[in-house]
Protein backbone atom coordinates (compact mmCIF):
# COMPACT_ATOMS: atom_id res chain seq x y z
CA UNK A 1 0.00 0.00 0.00
CA UNK A 2 2.97 2.26 0.79
CA UNK A 3 4.36 1.78 -2.85
CA UNK A 4 0.96 2.62 -4.23
CA UNK A 5 0.60 5.84 -2.50
CA UNK A 6 4.31 6.34 -3.34
CA UNK A 7 3.89 5.85 -6.63
CA UNK A 8 0.43 8.02 -6.99
CA UNK A 9 2.28 11.30 -5.28
CA UNK A 10 4.91 10.64 -7.67
CA UNK A 11 2.74 10.83 -10.44
CA UNK A 12 0.60 13.68 -9.75
CA UNK A 13 4.20 15.33 -8.63
CA UNK A 14 5.41 14.64 -12.88
CA UNK A 15 2.05 16.38 -13.86
CA UNK A 16 2.43 19.42 -12.37
CA UNK A 17 5.86 19.77 -13.16
CA UNK A 18 5.35 19.04 -16.86
CA UNK A 19 2.37 21.68 -16.46
CA UNK A 20 3.90 24.22 -14.67
CA UNK A 21 2.40 23.62 -11.47
CA UNK A 22 -1.09 24.08 -12.90
CA UNK A 23 -0.42 27.89 -13.59
CA UNK A 24 -0.02 28.91 -17.06
CA UNK A 25 3.34 30.14 -18.08
CA UNK A 26 4.21 32.57 -20.67
CA UNK A 27 7.41 32.35 -22.89
CA UNK A 28 8.30 34.92 -25.12
CA UNK A 29 8.87 34.35 -28.74
CA UNK A 30 12.29 32.41 -29.53
CA UNK A 31 14.21 36.00 -30.23
CA UNK A 32 12.09 37.42 -27.26
CA UNK A 33 9.95 39.81 -29.56
CA UNK A 34 6.24 39.24 -30.92
CA UNK A 35 6.49 37.24 -33.98
CA UNK A 36 6.25 39.07 -36.60
CA UNK A 37 4.56 38.19 -40.31
CA UNK A 38 6.65 35.54 -41.32
CA UNK A 39 5.88 35.87 -45.21
CA UNK A 40 3.07 36.42 -47.19
CA UNK A 41 1.52 39.84 -47.85
CA UNK A 42 -2.15 39.88 -48.33
CA UNK A 43 -5.30 42.68 -48.26
CA UNK A 44 -7.10 44.24 -45.41
CA UNK A 45 -10.17 41.79 -46.51
CA UNK A 46 -8.25 38.49 -46.52
CA UNK A 47 -7.24 39.22 -43.32
CA UNK A 48 -10.98 40.20 -42.17
CA UNK A 49 -12.09 36.60 -43.78
CA UNK A 50 -8.98 34.83 -42.07
CA UNK A 51 -10.03 36.35 -38.58
CA UNK A 52 -13.79 35.47 -39.47
CA UNK A 53 -12.35 31.52 -40.24
CA UNK A 54 -10.16 32.13 -36.58
CA UNK A 55 -13.60 32.64 -34.95
CA UNK A 56 -15.06 29.61 -36.16
CA UNK A 57 -11.59 27.70 -34.66
CA UNK A 58 -11.84 29.35 -31.44
CA UNK A 59 -15.55 27.96 -30.77
CA UNK A 60 -14.44 24.34 -31.59
CA UNK A 61 -11.47 24.71 -29.26
CA UNK A 62 -13.87 25.78 -26.42
CA UNK A 63 -16.14 22.74 -27.13
CA UNK A 64 -13.02 20.46 -26.81
CA UNK A 65 -12.00 22.67 -23.47
CA UNK A 66 -15.63 21.69 -22.51
CA UNK A 67 -15.67 18.26 -24.21
CA UNK A 68 -18.63 18.48 -25.78
CA UNK A 69 -18.56 16.23 -28.54
CA UNK A 70 -21.62 16.78 -30.06
CA UNK A 71 -20.91 20.64 -30.50
CA UNK A 72 -17.15 20.25 -31.30
CA UNK A 73 -18.91 17.94 -34.71
CA UNK A 74 -21.42 20.74 -35.13
CA UNK A 75 -18.46 23.63 -34.25
CA UNK A 76 -16.70 21.95 -36.82
CA UNK A 77 -18.82 21.77 -39.62
CA UNK A 78 -19.42 25.64 -39.49
CA UNK A 79 -15.41 25.81 -39.17
CA UNK A 80 -14.80 23.78 -42.42
CA UNK A 81 -17.52 25.93 -44.27
CA UNK A 82 -16.30 29.44 -43.25
CA UNK A 83 -12.73 27.60 -44.66
CA UNK A 84 -13.77 26.17 -47.85
CA UNK A 85 -15.89 29.37 -48.48
CA UNK A 86 -12.79 31.46 -48.19
CA UNK A 87 -11.76 33.42 -51.55
CA UNK A 88 -8.06 32.52 -52.40
CA UNK A 89 -8.63 35.21 -56.12
CA UNK A 90 -5.26 37.39 -54.36
CA UNK A 91 -2.98 34.43 -53.95
CA UNK A 92 -0.35 33.03 -56.47
CA UNK A 93 2.42 31.22 -56.84
CA UNK A 94 3.70 29.77 -53.36
CA UNK A 95 1.46 31.83 -51.21
CA UNK A 96 -1.09 30.00 -53.61
CA UNK A 97 0.27 26.86 -53.07
CA UNK A 98 0.82 26.94 -48.91
CA UNK A 99 -2.58 28.31 -48.59
CA UNK A 100 -3.87 25.12 -50.61
CA UNK A 101 -1.72 22.79 -48.32
CA UNK A 102 -2.84 23.80 -45.00
CA UNK A 103 -6.48 24.65 -45.71
CA UNK A 104 -6.87 21.24 -47.36
CA UNK A 105 -5.58 19.59 -44.19
CA UNK A 106 -7.67 21.46 -42.15
CA UNK A 107 -10.97 20.99 -44.07
CA UNK A 108 -10.05 17.55 -43.87
CA UNK A 109 -9.60 17.55 -40.02
CA UNK A 110 -12.37 19.52 -39.25
CA UNK A 111 -14.54 16.91 -41.36
CA UNK A 112 -13.04 14.17 -39.64
CA UNK A 113 -14.45 15.70 -36.10
CA UNK A 114 -17.88 15.72 -37.58
CA UNK A 115 -17.91 12.20 -38.24
CA UNK A 116 -16.27 11.49 -34.74
CA UNK A 117 -18.37 10.39 -31.04
CA UNK A 118 -15.60 10.41 -28.85
CA UNK A 119 -13.93 13.31 -27.52
CA UNK A 120 -10.49 11.81 -27.89
CA UNK A 121 -10.41 10.98 -31.20
CA UNK A 122 -11.50 14.86 -32.15
CA UNK A 123 -9.10 16.16 -30.34
CA UNK A 124 -6.57 14.26 -31.79
CA UNK A 125 -7.75 15.45 -35.54
CA UNK A 126 -7.92 18.91 -33.66
CA UNK A 127 -3.95 18.42 -33.52
CA UNK A 128 -3.23 18.34 -36.84
CA UNK A 129 -6.27 21.26 -37.71
CA UNK A 130 -4.58 22.98 -35.24
CA UNK A 131 -0.64 22.58 -36.40
CA UNK A 132 -2.34 23.78 -40.17
CA UNK A 133 -4.01 26.68 -38.84
CA UNK A 134 -0.63 27.90 -37.19
CA UNK A 135 1.48 27.76 -40.26
CA UNK A 136 -1.46 29.70 -41.73
CA UNK A 137 -1.85 32.63 -38.97
CA UNK A 138 2.06 32.76 -39.05
CA UNK A 139 2.13 33.12 -42.53
CA UNK A 140 -0.45 35.77 -43.60
CA UNK A 141 -1.13 37.59 -40.13
CA UNK A 142 -0.46 39.61 -38.22
CA UNK A 143 -4.02 40.15 -37.59
CA UNK A 144 -6.39 43.01 -35.77
CA UNK A 145 -5.88 41.28 -32.85
CA UNK A 146 -3.10 39.09 -31.01
CA UNK A 147 -3.30 35.15 -31.47
CA UNK A 148 -1.30 32.93 -28.97
CA UNK A 149 0.26 30.27 -29.62
CA UNK A 150 -0.13 27.86 -27.15
CA UNK A 151 1.19 24.71 -26.09
CA UNK A 152 0.37 21.25 -24.01
CA UNK A 153 3.59 19.65 -23.28
CA UNK A 154 1.29 16.45 -22.57
CA UNK A 155 -0.19 15.42 -25.26
CA UNK A 156 0.56 11.65 -26.28
CA UNK A 157 3.84 10.94 -26.76
CA UNK A 158 4.80 14.75 -26.71
CA UNK A 159 3.61 18.05 -27.01
CA UNK A 160 0.60 19.56 -29.27
CA UNK A 161 0.17 22.94 -30.04
CA UNK A 162 -3.12 25.19 -30.49
CA UNK A 163 -4.29 29.17 -30.87
CA UNK A 164 -5.77 30.90 -28.64
CA UNK A 165 -7.38 34.74 -28.54
CA UNK A 166 -6.52 34.92 -24.73
CA UNK A 167 -3.77 34.72 -22.60
CA UNK A 168 -5.12 32.55 -20.01
CA UNK A 169 -4.74 28.70 -20.84
CA UNK A 170 -7.66 26.73 -21.81
CA UNK A 171 -6.41 23.27 -22.74
CA UNK A 172 -8.66 22.01 -25.53
CA UNK A 173 -6.30 18.52 -25.72
CA UNK A 174 -7.27 17.83 -21.68
CA UNK A 175 -10.02 19.89 -20.69
CA UNK A 176 -10.84 19.78 -16.80
CA UNK A 177 -8.53 16.85 -16.47
CA UNK A 178 -5.97 19.52 -17.12
CA UNK A 179 -7.62 22.96 -18.30
CA UNK A 180 -4.40 25.27 -17.12
CA UNK A 181 -1.67 22.44 -18.22
CA UNK A 182 0.28 24.37 -21.15
CA UNK A 183 2.28 27.46 -21.65
CA UNK A 184 2.53 30.24 -24.26
CA UNK A 185 4.62 29.84 -26.98
CA UNK A 186 4.55 32.81 -28.96
CA UNK A 187 2.50 36.28 -30.06
CA UNK A 188 1.31 36.48 -33.72
Given at each position: ??????????????????????????????????????????????????????????????????????????????FASALE???????????????????????????????????????YQFEYL????????????????????????MVRDGS?????????????????????????????
Open positions: MKYVKLTLILAIGATLLACGGGEHQHKATDDGQQAEAAGYPVTSTFKAMLESVLDHYFVLSESLVQADAESAKSYSADGFVVDELTGSALEFWTENATEAIGRAKAITELDDIEDQRSEAMINVVREFGPLSFTVYQQRCPADWLSREKGILNPYHGDRMLRCGSIVREI
